[in-house]
Protein backbone atom coordinates (compact mmCIF):
# COMPACT_ATOMS: atom_id res chain seq x y z
CA UNK A 1 0.00 0.00 0.00
CA UNK A 2 1.24 3.08 -0.92
CA UNK A 3 0.15 6.87 0.91
CA UNK A 4 -1.09 8.82 -2.81
CA UNK A 5 -1.73 12.42 -2.76
CA UNK A 6 -3.78 13.50 -5.52
CA UNK A 7 -3.10 16.93 -6.00
CA UNK A 8 -5.97 19.05 -8.12
CA UNK A 9 -5.69 21.91 -9.52
CA UNK A 10 -7.38 25.09 -7.82
CA UNK A 11 -10.10 26.39 -10.32
CA UNK A 12 -10.52 29.95 -9.83
CA UNK A 13 -13.44 31.87 -8.05
CA UNK A 14 -13.79 34.76 -10.61
CA UNK A 15 -16.90 32.99 -12.34
CA UNK A 16 -18.39 29.63 -12.80
CA UNK A 17 -16.65 26.49 -14.46
CA UNK A 18 -16.87 25.25 -17.57
CA UNK A 19 -16.78 21.61 -18.93
CA UNK A 20 -13.75 22.67 -20.25
CA UNK A 21 -12.29 23.32 -16.95
CA UNK A 22 -13.39 19.74 -15.30
CA UNK A 23 -12.01 18.18 -18.19
CA UNK A 24 -8.82 18.92 -17.51
CA UNK A 25 -8.40 19.00 -13.68
CA UNK A 26 -11.87 17.75 -12.89
CA UNK A 27 -12.43 14.17 -13.78
CA UNK A 28 -9.18 12.68 -14.76
CA UNK A 29 -7.97 13.34 -10.63
CA UNK A 30 -11.29 11.81 -9.93
CA UNK A 31 -10.83 8.60 -11.92
CA UNK A 32 -7.51 7.80 -10.81
CA UNK A 33 -8.44 9.04 -7.50
CA UNK A 34 -11.37 6.44 -7.15
CA UNK A 35 -9.38 3.11 -8.82
CA UNK A 36 -6.41 3.58 -6.40
CA UNK A 37 -8.93 3.59 -3.19
CA UNK A 38 -10.13 0.38 -4.95
CA UNK A 39 -7.05 -0.94 -5.45
CA UNK A 40 -6.06 -0.65 -1.67
CA UNK A 41 -3.70 3.11 -1.51
CA UNK A 42 -4.50 5.23 1.06
CA UNK A 43 -5.52 8.31 -0.78
CA UNK A 44 -5.47 11.82 -0.56
CA UNK A 45 -7.55 14.15 -2.83
CA UNK A 46 -7.51 17.61 -2.08
CA UNK A 47 -8.01 21.26 -3.84
CA UNK A 48 -10.11 24.15 -3.03
CA UNK A 49 -11.07 27.61 -5.09
CA UNK A 50 -8.47 30.18 -5.50
CA UNK A 51 -9.26 33.34 -4.34
CA UNK A 52 -6.54 35.92 -4.27
CA UNK A 53 -5.15 38.19 -7.26
CA UNK A 54 -6.03 40.80 -9.07
CA UNK A 55 -8.50 39.31 -11.83
CA UNK A 56 -10.60 38.85 -7.98
CA UNK A 57 -10.22 42.79 -7.44
CA UNK A 58 -11.03 43.48 -10.80
CA UNK A 59 -14.08 41.62 -11.55
CA UNK A 60 -15.57 42.81 -7.52
CA UNK A 61 -15.15 45.98 -8.46
CA UNK A 62 -17.06 45.33 -12.04
CA UNK A 63 -20.17 43.35 -10.22
CA UNK A 64 -20.08 46.31 -6.90
CA UNK A 65 -19.03 43.73 -4.24
CA UNK A 66 -16.05 43.29 -2.08
CA UNK A 67 -13.13 40.82 -3.06
CA UNK A 68 -14.30 38.60 -0.09
CA UNK A 69 -17.79 38.80 -1.35
CA UNK A 70 -17.26 37.45 -4.76
CA UNK A 71 -14.71 34.52 -3.44
CA UNK A 72 -17.50 33.61 -1.63
CA UNK A 73 -20.24 33.98 -4.01
CA UNK A 74 -18.24 31.58 -6.83
CA UNK A 75 -16.23 29.53 -3.76
CA UNK A 76 -20.12 27.69 -3.30
CA UNK A 77 -21.12 27.82 -7.04
CA UNK A 78 -17.98 25.59 -7.99
CA UNK A 79 -18.46 23.44 -4.54
CA UNK A 80 -22.15 23.03 -5.63
CA UNK A 81 -20.83 21.90 -9.29
CA UNK A 82 -17.84 19.75 -8.18
CA UNK A 83 -20.49 17.53 -5.87
CA UNK A 84 -22.86 17.18 -8.46
CA UNK A 85 -19.81 15.22 -11.01
CA UNK A 86 -18.89 13.26 -7.97
CA UNK A 87 -15.37 14.64 -7.46
CA UNK A 88 -14.69 12.61 -4.15
CA UNK A 89 -12.71 14.82 -2.71
CA UNK A 90 -11.33 14.42 0.98
CA UNK A 91 -11.25 18.05 0.98
CA UNK A 92 -12.12 20.54 -1.44
CA UNK A 93 -11.05 23.98 0.75
CA UNK A 94 -10.29 27.63 -0.28
CA UNK A 95 -6.96 29.78 -0.33
CA UNK A 96 -8.78 32.53 2.22
CA UNK A 97 -8.76 30.70 5.46
CA UNK A 98 -6.32 31.44 8.02
CA UNK A 99 -5.18 27.90 7.96
CA UNK A 100 -3.91 28.54 4.07
CA UNK A 101 -2.36 32.15 5.18
CA UNK A 102 -0.31 30.70 7.70
CA UNK A 103 0.88 27.86 6.01
CA UNK A 104 1.68 30.45 3.15
CA UNK A 105 3.41 32.54 5.29
CA UNK A 106 5.58 29.42 6.67
CA UNK A 107 6.72 28.40 2.91
CA UNK A 108 7.84 32.28 2.86
CA UNK A 109 9.60 32.56 5.44
CA UNK A 110 11.07 29.34 4.83
CA UNK A 111 12.58 30.38 1.60
CA UNK A 112 13.51 33.78 2.56
CA UNK A 113 15.61 32.15 5.62
CA UNK A 114 17.14 30.25 3.48
CA UNK A 115 18.55 33.06 0.57
CA UNK A 116 15.86 31.95 -1.42
CA UNK A 117 13.80 34.83 -1.96
CA UNK A 118 15.70 38.53 -2.33
CA UNK A 119 13.88 42.10 -2.39
CA UNK A 120 14.62 43.99 -5.45
CA UNK A 121 13.51 47.00 -7.34
CA UNK A 122 11.98 46.50 -9.90
CA UNK A 123 8.85 48.19 -12.68
CA UNK A 124 5.61 47.88 -12.12
CA UNK A 125 2.73 48.67 -14.50
CA UNK A 126 0.05 51.52 -13.38
CA UNK A 127 -3.36 52.48 -14.90
CA UNK A 128 -3.00 56.20 -15.59
CA UNK A 129 -6.96 56.26 -15.42
CA UNK A 130 -7.16 54.59 -11.71
CA UNK A 131 -3.88 54.76 -10.47
CA UNK A 132 -4.14 51.29 -9.60
CA UNK A 133 -1.62 48.34 -10.32
CA UNK A 134 -2.55 46.37 -13.50
CA UNK A 135 -2.04 42.64 -12.82
CA UNK A 136 0.74 41.04 -15.14
CA UNK A 137 -2.03 38.71 -16.65
CA UNK A 138 -4.48 41.79 -17.61
CA UNK A 139 -1.43 43.40 -19.99
CA UNK A 140 -0.70 41.98 -23.68
CA UNK A 141 1.51 42.75 -26.09
CA UNK A 142 3.92 41.45 -28.55
CA UNK A 143 6.22 38.61 -27.30
CA UNK A 144 9.96 40.14 -27.48
CA UNK A 145 11.26 36.14 -27.91
CA UNK A 146 9.14 34.88 -30.69
CA UNK A 147 7.08 37.65 -31.96
CA UNK A 148 3.77 36.15 -30.94
CA UNK A 149 1.26 39.66 -30.71
CA UNK A 150 -1.03 37.88 -28.49
CA UNK A 151 1.50 37.19 -25.56
CA UNK A 152 0.55 38.34 -21.70
CA UNK A 153 2.60 39.90 -19.24
CA UNK A 154 3.31 37.49 -17.40
CA UNK A 155 3.81 34.82 -19.61
CA UNK A 156 4.22 33.77 -23.29
CA UNK A 157 1.42 30.93 -24.44
CA UNK A 158 3.37 30.35 -27.65
CA UNK A 159 6.79 29.69 -26.99
CA UNK A 160 5.93 28.79 -22.87
CA UNK A 161 8.57 31.84 -21.78
CA UNK A 162 8.26 33.76 -18.84
CA UNK A 163 7.82 37.31 -19.06
CA UNK A 164 7.59 40.86 -16.92
CA UNK A 165 4.98 42.98 -18.49
CA UNK A 166 7.81 45.57 -19.57
CA UNK A 167 9.19 43.22 -21.79
CA UNK A 168 6.24 43.31 -23.98
CA UNK A 169 6.17 44.85 -27.24
CA UNK A 170 3.09 47.60 -27.94
CA UNK A 171 2.32 46.58 -24.36
CA UNK A 172 -1.64 47.40 -23.74
CA UNK A 173 -4.09 46.78 -20.77
CA UNK A 174 -6.84 44.27 -21.24
CA UNK A 175 -8.89 45.81 -18.67
CA UNK A 176 -9.49 49.16 -21.37
CA UNK A 177 -7.01 48.97 -23.95
CA UNK A 178 -4.86 51.80 -22.54
CA UNK A 179 -1.28 51.73 -22.52
CA UNK A 180 0.20 51.15 -19.18
CA UNK A 181 2.49 53.38 -16.60
CA UNK A 182 5.64 51.63 -15.89
CA UNK A 183 7.15 53.00 -12.14
CA UNK A 184 9.37 51.99 -10.10
CA UNK A 185 8.37 49.57 -6.47
CA UNK A 186 10.34 47.46 -4.23
CA UNK A 187 9.18 43.72 -4.54
CA UNK A 188 9.83 40.20 -3.23
CA UNK A 189 11.72 37.88 -5.67
CA UNK A 190 12.13 34.28 -5.84
CA UNK A 191 15.51 33.29 -7.02
CA UNK A 192 14.57 30.33 -9.86
CA UNK A 193 17.92 29.92 -11.83
CA UNK A 194 19.19 28.42 -7.97
CA UNK A 195 17.19 25.86 -8.45
CA UNK A 196 17.83 25.25 -12.45
CA UNK A 197 20.53 22.19 -11.53
CA UNK A 198 18.51 20.26 -8.72
CA UNK A 199 15.07 20.69 -10.90
CA UNK A 200 17.17 19.89 -13.72
CA UNK A 201 18.48 16.84 -12.19
CA UNK A 202 15.07 16.13 -10.70
CA UNK A 203 13.41 15.84 -14.22
CA UNK A 204 15.69 13.32 -15.43
CA UNK A 205 14.98 11.01 -13.25
CA UNK A 206 11.26 11.10 -13.80
CA UNK A 207 10.12 7.74 -15.63
CA UNK A 208 6.91 7.75 -18.17
CA UNK A 209 5.94 10.85 -17.62
CA UNK A 210 3.38 12.40 -20.53
CA UNK A 211 6.56 13.83 -22.74
CA UNK A 212 4.51 16.86 -24.02
CA UNK A 213 4.98 17.87 -20.35
CA UNK A 214 8.81 16.49 -19.49
CA UNK A 215 10.01 18.25 -23.24
CA UNK A 216 8.09 21.46 -21.96
CA UNK A 217 9.20 21.45 -18.41
CA UNK A 218 12.66 20.89 -19.39
CA UNK A 219 12.96 23.69 -22.11
CA UNK A 220 12.05 26.22 -19.23
CA UNK A 221 15.18 25.37 -17.66
CA UNK A 222 17.31 26.87 -20.72
CA UNK A 223 16.36 30.40 -19.26
CA UNK A 224 15.13 30.55 -15.54
CA UNK A 225 14.97 34.21 -14.81
CA UNK A 226 13.81 35.81 -10.67
CA UNK A 227 10.29 35.53 -10.66
CA UNK A 228 8.70 38.56 -8.31
CA UNK A 229 6.19 36.55 -5.97
CA UNK A 230 4.56 40.03 -4.33
CA UNK A 231 2.98 42.67 -5.97
CA UNK A 232 1.15 46.08 -5.39
CA UNK A 233 -2.07 44.80 -4.17
CA UNK A 234 -4.66 44.88 -1.39
CA UNK A 235 -6.46 41.42 -1.77
CA UNK A 236 -4.04 38.02 -0.95
CA UNK A 237 -2.13 37.08 1.84
CA UNK A 238 -0.25 39.50 3.81
CA UNK A 239 4.15 39.73 3.96
CA UNK A 240 5.39 38.23 6.77
CA UNK A 241 8.20 40.34 7.73
CA UNK A 242 8.65 43.23 9.66
CA UNK A 243 8.12 46.62 8.03
CA UNK A 244 5.91 44.71 5.30
CA UNK A 245 3.14 42.50 7.10
CA UNK A 246 1.20 45.49 8.20
CA UNK A 247 1.56 47.11 4.47
CA UNK A 248 -2.36 47.36 3.02
CA UNK A 249 -0.78 48.42 -0.41
CA UNK A 250 1.91 44.86 -1.01
CA UNK A 251 1.06 41.48 -0.74
CA UNK A 252 1.88 38.12 -1.65
CA UNK A 253 1.10 37.26 -4.88
CA UNK A 254 -1.45 34.98 -5.93
CA UNK A 255 0.77 32.49 -8.28
CA UNK A 256 3.15 31.78 -5.08
CA UNK A 257 0.49 31.18 -2.61
CA UNK A 258 -2.12 29.00 -4.86
CA UNK A 259 0.32 26.38 -5.32
CA UNK A 260 0.75 26.63 -1.48
CA UNK A 261 -2.73 25.31 -1.53
CA UNK A 262 -2.02 21.89 -1.84
CA UNK A 263 0.27 21.90 1.35
CA UNK A 264 -2.22 23.93 3.14
CA UNK A 265 -5.46 21.80 2.07
CA UNK A 266 -3.78 19.08 3.56
CA UNK A 267 -2.55 20.45 6.73
CA UNK A 268 -6.31 21.48 7.26
CA UNK A 269 -7.66 17.72 6.25
CA UNK A 270 -5.17 16.47 9.06
CA UNK A 271 -6.47 19.21 11.18
CA UNK A 272 -9.95 18.53 10.38
CA UNK A 273 -9.57 14.69 11.45
CA UNK A 274 -8.24 15.05 14.97
CA UNK A 275 -4.73 14.50 14.18
CA UNK A 276 -2.99 17.04 12.85
CA UNK A 277 0.31 15.75 11.90
CA UNK A 278 -1.71 12.94 9.72
CA UNK A 279 -0.60 15.13 6.45
CA UNK A 280 3.01 14.65 7.10
CA UNK A 281 2.12 10.78 5.71
CA UNK A 282 1.89 12.46 2.45
CA UNK A 283 4.06 15.34 2.23
CA UNK A 284 7.58 14.31 4.48
CA UNK A 285 10.41 13.18 3.10
CA UNK A 286 12.10 12.35 6.06
CA UNK A 287 9.40 9.88 7.58
CA UNK A 288 7.89 8.65 3.97
CA UNK A 289 9.83 7.93 1.28
CA UNK A 290 8.79 5.49 -1.71
CA UNK A 291 5.74 5.10 -0.13
CA UNK A 292 4.22 8.46 -0.61
CA UNK A 293 3.23 9.04 -3.88
CA UNK A 294 2.19 12.55 -5.35
CA UNK A 295 0.04 13.38 -8.74
CA UNK A 296 -0.86 16.97 -9.68
CA UNK A 297 -3.42 16.71 -12.10
CA UNK A 298 -4.11 20.21 -14.43
CA UNK A 299 -4.44 21.78 -17.85
CA UNK A 300 -1.35 22.28 -20.45
CA UNK A 301 -1.47 25.63 -19.45
CA UNK A 302 -0.29 25.07 -15.40
CA UNK A 303 2.68 22.81 -16.12
CA UNK A 304 5.11 25.53 -15.60
CA UNK A 305 3.51 26.02 -12.04
CA UNK A 306 3.81 22.23 -11.10
CA UNK A 307 7.21 21.16 -12.58
CA UNK A 308 9.08 23.66 -12.39
CA UNK A 309 8.17 26.69 -9.84
CA UNK A 310 6.45 24.16 -7.14
CA UNK A 311 9.24 21.99 -6.96
CA UNK A 312 11.51 25.34 -6.58
CA UNK A 313 9.37 25.90 -3.68
CA UNK A 314 9.53 22.87 -1.99
CA UNK A 315 13.42 22.40 -2.73
CA UNK A 316 14.29 25.94 -1.19
CA UNK A 317 12.16 25.38 1.89
CA UNK A 318 13.81 21.97 1.98
CA UNK A 319 17.48 24.00 1.68
CA UNK A 320 18.11 21.68 -1.03
CA UNK A 321 18.95 24.64 -3.97
CA UNK A 322 22.04 26.07 -4.43
CA UNK A 323 22.23 28.26 -1.57
CA UNK A 324 21.72 25.09 0.63
CA UNK A 325 19.72 25.75 3.49
CA UNK A 326 17.83 24.37 6.42
CA UNK A 327 14.76 22.63 6.39
CA UNK A 328 11.47 25.03 8.06
CA UNK A 329 9.40 23.66 11.01
CA UNK A 330 7.32 21.67 8.25
CA UNK A 331 10.82 19.31 7.48
CA UNK A 332 11.89 18.37 4.11
CA UNK A 333 8.99 18.00 1.79
CA UNK A 334 8.18 15.74 -0.70
CA UNK A 335 8.42 16.78 -4.46
CA UNK A 336 6.27 15.60 -7.10
CA UNK A 337 6.16 11.77 -8.15
CA UNK A 338 3.80 13.21 -11.96
CA UNK A 339 2.52 16.21 -13.37
CA UNK A 340 -0.37 14.98 -15.24
CA UNK A 341 -1.49 17.73 -17.77
CA UNK A 342 -4.56 17.30 -20.16
CA UNK A 343 -4.82 19.42 -22.98
CA UNK A 344 -7.55 21.37 -23.89
CA UNK A 345 -10.91 20.49 -25.15
CA UNK A 346 -12.37 23.59 -27.29
CA UNK A 347 -15.83 23.50 -27.90
CA UNK A 348 -17.55 23.19 -31.71
CA UNK A 349 -14.47 24.04 -32.95
CA UNK A 350 -13.91 27.03 -30.79
CA UNK A 351 -11.75 27.84 -27.92
CA UNK A 352 -13.79 28.19 -24.39
CA UNK A 353 -14.24 31.69 -23.98
CA UNK A 354 -16.62 32.81 -21.04
CA UNK A 355 -16.40 36.41 -22.33
CA UNK A 356 -17.40 35.53 -26.00
CA UNK A 357 -20.09 33.10 -24.70
CA UNK A 358 -18.39 29.70 -25.92
CA UNK A 359 -18.99 27.90 -22.93
CA UNK A 360 -20.93 25.47 -21.31
CA UNK A 361 -20.87 25.28 -17.55
CA UNK A 362 -21.15 22.45 -15.76
CA UNK A 363 -23.85 23.96 -14.05
CA UNK A 364 -26.06 24.50 -17.00
CA UNK A 365 -25.00 20.98 -18.11
CA UNK A 366 -25.82 19.00 -14.88
CA UNK A 367 -29.28 20.44 -15.28
CA UNK A 368 -30.16 19.00 -18.52
CA UNK A 369 -27.85 15.69 -18.91
CA UNK A 370 -26.50 13.05 -16.26
CA UNK A 371 -23.43 13.57 -15.05
CA UNK A 372 -21.94 9.94 -15.80
CA UNK A 373 -22.49 11.29 -19.66
CA UNK A 374 -20.34 13.96 -19.60
CA UNK A 375 -17.56 11.60 -16.88
CA UNK A 376 -18.27 9.20 -19.95
CA UNK A 377 -17.21 11.74 -22.56
CA UNK A 378 -14.53 13.24 -21.13
CA UNK A 379 -12.75 9.97 -20.27
CA UNK A 380 -13.32 8.01 -23.63
CA UNK A 381 -12.68 10.92 -26.31
CA UNK A 382 -11.31 14.07 -23.55
CA UNK A 383 -8.20 15.88 -24.01
CA UNK A 384 -5.70 13.25 -22.78
CA UNK A 385 -3.09 13.71 -24.73
CA UNK A 386 -4.52 15.69 -27.85
CA UNK A 387 -6.68 19.09 -27.94
CA UNK A 388 -9.95 17.45 -28.14
CA UNK A 389 -13.37 18.86 -29.73
CA UNK A 390 -16.46 18.38 -27.31
CA UNK A 391 -19.47 18.34 -30.12
CA UNK A 392 -23.06 17.81 -29.26
CA UNK A 393 -23.18 15.59 -32.00
CA UNK A 394 -20.50 13.40 -30.88
CA UNK A 395 -21.69 13.69 -26.93
CA UNK A 396 -24.87 12.42 -28.11
CA UNK A 397 -23.72 9.53 -30.21
CA UNK A 398 -21.52 8.53 -27.34
CA UNK A 399 -24.55 8.58 -25.34
CA UNK A 400 -26.74 6.89 -27.47
CA UNK A 401 -24.78 4.47 -28.72
CA UNK A 402 -22.19 3.29 -26.00
CA UNK A 403 -23.43 4.24 -23.03
CA UNK A 404 -27.41 3.33 -23.52
CA UNK A 405 -26.80 0.64 -26.61
CA UNK A 406 -24.22 -0.73 -25.29
CA UNK A 407 -23.34 -1.29 -21.34
CA UNK A 408 -27.05 0.10 -20.73
CA UNK A 409 -28.44 -2.57 -23.02
CA UNK A 410 -26.73 -5.23 -21.17
CA UNK A 411 -27.39 -4.37 -17.37
CA UNK A 412 -30.86 -3.94 -18.76
CA UNK A 413 -31.30 -7.40 -20.51
CA UNK A 414 -29.39 -9.70 -18.39
CA UNK A 415 -31.39 -8.43 -15.13
CA UNK A 416 -34.47 -8.53 -16.55
CA UNK A 417 -33.98 -11.76 -18.01
CA UNK A 418 -33.03 -13.14 -14.75
CA UNK A 419 -35.86 -11.55 -13.01
CA UNK A 420 -38.50 -12.73 -14.86
CA UNK A 421 -37.79 -16.34 -15.04
CA UNK A 422 -36.19 -16.78 -11.55
CA UNK A 423 -36.64 -13.90 -9.54
CA UNK A 424 -33.09 -14.46 -8.21
CA UNK A 425 -29.96 -14.46 -9.21
CA UNK A 426 -29.78 -17.80 -10.58
CA UNK A 427 -26.66 -20.43 -9.78
CA UNK A 428 -24.34 -21.79 -12.46
CA UNK A 429 -24.05 -25.54 -13.33
CA UNK A 430 -21.60 -27.20 -15.89
CA UNK A 431 -19.26 -24.05 -17.21
CA UNK A 432 -18.88 -24.64 -20.28
CA UNK A 433 -15.49 -23.23 -22.64
CA UNK A 434 -17.63 -20.33 -24.09
CA UNK A 435 -18.75 -19.37 -20.22
CA UNK A 436 -15.66 -19.43 -18.86
CA UNK A 437 -14.06 -17.78 -21.73
CA UNK A 438 -16.32 -14.69 -20.95
CA UNK A 439 -15.59 -14.46 -17.34
CA UNK A 440 -11.34 -14.91 -17.74
CA UNK A 441 -12.18 -12.30 -20.05
CA UNK A 442 -13.98 -10.17 -17.44
CA UNK A 443 -11.30 -11.15 -14.51
CA UNK A 444 -8.17 -10.31 -16.62
CA UNK A 445 -9.75 -6.58 -17.39
CA UNK A 446 -8.72 -5.60 -13.39
CA UNK A 447 -5.24 -6.08 -14.39
CA UNK A 448 -5.58 -4.41 -17.74
CA UNK A 449 -7.80 -1.89 -17.15
CA UNK A 450 -6.12 -1.23 -13.42
CA UNK A 451 -2.22 -0.62 -14.80
CA UNK A 452 -3.59 1.19 -17.86
CA UNK A 453 -5.51 4.27 -15.06
CA UNK A 454 -2.71 4.14 -12.98
CA UNK A 455 -0.49 5.47 -16.25
CA UNK A 456 -3.21 7.75 -16.48
CA UNK A 457 -3.98 6.36 -19.72
CA UNK A 458 -7.75 6.63 -19.13
CA UNK A 459 -8.81 6.71 -22.72
CA UNK A 460 -7.41 3.29 -23.06
CA UNK A 461 -8.56 1.96 -19.51
CA UNK A 462 -12.02 2.63 -20.50
CA UNK A 463 -12.03 1.20 -23.67
CA UNK A 464 -10.91 -2.29 -22.53
CA UNK A 465 -13.96 -1.63 -19.68
CA UNK A 466 -16.53 -1.05 -22.73
CA UNK A 467 -14.32 -4.09 -24.15
CA UNK A 468 -15.87 -6.28 -21.29
CA UNK A 469 -19.31 -5.18 -21.79
CA UNK A 470 -18.96 -5.83 -25.81
CA UNK A 471 -17.78 -9.17 -25.32
CA UNK A 472 -21.02 -9.87 -22.98
CA UNK A 473 -23.32 -8.46 -25.53
CA UNK A 474 -22.22 -10.63 -27.67
CA UNK A 475 -21.95 -14.13 -25.51
CA UNK A 476 -25.18 -13.03 -24.94
CA UNK A 477 -26.76 -12.55 -28.34
CA UNK A 478 -25.18 -16.11 -29.30
CA UNK A 479 -25.91 -18.23 -25.88
CA UNK A 480 -29.90 -16.64 -26.34
CA UNK A 481 -31.44 -17.23 -23.03
CA UNK A 482 -34.59 -16.58 -24.41
CA UNK A 483 -34.56 -19.20 -26.52
CA UNK A 484 -34.53 -21.71 -23.64
CA UNK A 485 -37.56 -22.14 -22.59
CA UNK A 486 -38.00 -25.75 -22.21
CA UNK A 487 -38.10 -27.20 -18.62
CA UNK A 488 -34.83 -29.42 -19.88
CA UNK A 489 -33.23 -26.07 -20.83
CA UNK A 490 -33.83 -24.30 -17.86
CA UNK A 491 -30.35 -24.94 -15.82
CA UNK A 492 -28.87 -24.33 -19.00
CA UNK A 493 -30.30 -20.96 -19.13
CA UNK A 494 -29.78 -20.26 -15.39
CA UNK A 495 -26.09 -20.59 -16.18
CA UNK A 496 -25.85 -18.51 -19.28
CA UNK A 497 -27.49 -15.40 -16.96
CA UNK A 498 -25.42 -15.99 -14.00
CA UNK A 499 -22.39 -15.71 -16.02
CA UNK A 500 -23.79 -12.52 -17.70
CA UNK A 501 -24.91 -11.01 -14.50
CA UNK A 502 -21.19 -11.92 -13.33
CA UNK A 503 -19.94 -9.97 -16.05
CA UNK A 504 -21.93 -7.24 -15.61
CA UNK A 505 -21.05 -7.49 -11.66
CA UNK A 506 -17.06 -7.40 -12.83
CA UNK A 507 -17.85 -4.68 -15.66
CA UNK A 508 -19.69 -2.30 -13.15
CA UNK A 509 -16.78 -2.94 -10.68
CA UNK A 510 -14.03 -1.82 -13.94
CA UNK A 511 -16.39 1.34 -14.83
CA UNK A 512 -16.49 2.76 -11.21
CA UNK A 513 -13.80 5.16 -11.16
CA UNK A 514 -15.23 6.60 -14.39
CA UNK A 515 -19.00 6.32 -13.45
CA UNK A 516 -19.74 6.32 -10.55
CA UNK A 517 -23.56 7.21 -10.05
CA UNK A 518 -24.25 4.67 -12.13
CA UNK A 519 -22.05 2.25 -10.70
CA UNK A 520 -24.06 2.47 -7.46
CA UNK A 521 -27.57 1.81 -9.52
CA UNK A 522 -25.98 -1.38 -11.16
CA UNK A 523 -24.66 -2.57 -7.72
CA UNK A 524 -28.32 -1.96 -6.06
CA UNK A 525 -29.86 -3.36 -9.28
CA UNK A 526 -27.85 -6.42 -8.68
CA UNK A 527 -28.89 -6.76 -5.38
CA UNK A 528 -26.31 -5.13 -3.88
CA UNK A 529 -26.67 -3.39 -0.60
CA UNK A 530 -24.88 -0.23 1.06
CA UNK A 531 -22.38 1.85 -0.49
CA UNK A 532 -20.45 1.11 -3.97
CA UNK A 533 -19.22 3.74 -5.00
CA UNK A 534 -18.95 6.90 -2.05
CA UNK A 535 -19.65 10.11 -3.10
CA UNK A 536 -18.23 13.08 -1.56
CA UNK A 537 -20.61 15.72 0.77
CA UNK A 538 -20.89 19.51 0.82
CA UNK A 539 -20.44 20.69 4.40
CA UNK A 540 -20.52 23.89 6.02
CA UNK A 541 -17.34 24.24 8.47
CA UNK A 542 -16.20 26.31 10.63
CA UNK A 543 -12.43 28.13 10.09
CA UNK A 544 -9.94 26.22 12.35
CA UNK A 545 -8.57 29.89 13.07
CA UNK A 546 -11.62 32.20 13.51
CA UNK A 547 -12.03 33.28 10.25
CA UNK A 548 -15.71 33.23 8.26
CA UNK A 549 -17.75 29.58 7.70
CA UNK A 550 -17.95 28.08 4.35
CA UNK A 551 -18.65 25.10 2.55
CA UNK A 552 -16.04 22.38 1.59
CA UNK A 553 -16.36 18.62 -0.06
CA UNK A 554 -15.50 15.82 2.10
CA UNK A 555 -16.46 12.13 2.26
CA UNK A 556 -15.74 8.66 3.48
CA UNK A 557 -14.19 6.46 1.05
CA UNK A 558 -12.97 4.32 3.12
CA UNK A 559 -16.09 2.47 2.09
CA UNK A 560 -16.86 0.86 -1.30
CA UNK A 561 -15.95 -1.58 -3.49
CA UNK A 562 -12.97 -3.05 -4.03
CA UNK A 563 -11.01 -3.38 -7.29
CA UNK A 564 -11.60 -7.49 -7.52
CA UNK A 565 -14.37 -9.86 -8.65
CA UNK A 566 -16.62 -10.76 -6.47
CA UNK A 567 -18.84 -13.78 -7.00
CA UNK A 568 -22.45 -13.23 -6.77
CA UNK A 569 -24.77 -14.97 -4.65
CA UNK A 570 -27.14 -17.07 -6.28
CA UNK A 571 -30.73 -16.94 -5.01
CA UNK A 572 -29.91 -12.91 -4.31
CA UNK A 573 -33.64 -11.52 -5.51
CA UNK A 574 -33.75 -9.43 -8.51
CA UNK A 575 -36.14 -7.14 -9.63
CA UNK A 576 -37.17 -5.72 -13.31
CA UNK A 577 -34.64 -2.74 -13.87
CA UNK A 578 -35.24 0.86 -15.27
CA UNK A 579 -32.72 1.77 -17.46
CA UNK A 580 -29.42 3.10 -15.92
CA UNK A 581 -28.91 5.72 -18.59
CA UNK A 582 -31.29 8.04 -20.61
CA UNK A 583 -31.03 7.92 -24.02
CA UNK A 584 -31.13 11.27 -26.31
CA UNK A 585 -33.39 12.65 -28.88
CA UNK A 586 -30.68 13.71 -31.79
CA UNK A 587 -33.06 16.80 -31.35
CA UNK A 588 -30.68 17.72 -28.77
CA UNK A 589 -27.86 18.57 -31.29
CA UNK A 590 -30.07 21.00 -33.08
CA UNK A 591 -31.41 22.49 -29.61
CA UNK A 592 -27.76 22.92 -28.26
CA UNK A 593 -26.18 24.72 -31.25
CA UNK A 594 -28.84 26.84 -31.32
CA UNK A 595 -28.57 28.17 -27.74
CA UNK A 596 -25.32 28.56 -28.94
CA UNK A 597 -25.68 30.78 -32.00
CA UNK A 598 -27.88 33.12 -29.21
CA UNK A 599 -25.40 33.03 -26.78
Keep these: ?307 VIWPALLLGYSGEGDKGGQPGRL ?48 AAAGPESNDTDFTWAEFVRRNNDELVAGWGNLVNRSISMAAKNFGAIPPAVDLTPEDRALLEVARAGFATVGELIGKHRQKAAIGEAMRVVAEANKYLSEQAPWKLKDESQKERQGTVLHVALQVVSDANTLLTPFLPHSAQKVFELLGGTGVHAPMPEIVEVEDLDGGPAYPVLMGDYTVGARWESVPLTPGTPLSAPKPVFRKLDPSVVEEELARLGEA
Design 331 to 378: GRLNLPTEVVSSEYLTMEGKKFSSSRRVVIYVRDFLERYDADALRYFI
Design 1 to 307: MSHVLAAVAWPYANGPRHIGHVSGFGVPSDVFSRYMRMAGHDVLMVSGTDEHGTPIQVQADADGVSPRELADRYNRVIVEDLHGLGLSYDLFTRTTTRNHYAVVQELFEGLHQNGYIVARTTLGAISPSTGRTLPDRYIEGTCPICGYDSARGDQCDNCGNQLDPEQLINPKSRINGETPQFVETEHFFLDLPAFAEAIGGWLDRRENWRPNVLKFSRNLLDDLQPRAITRDLEWGVPIPLDGWRDRADKRIYVWFDAVIGYLSASVEWARRTGDPEAWRRWWSADAHGKDALGYYFMGKDNIVFHS
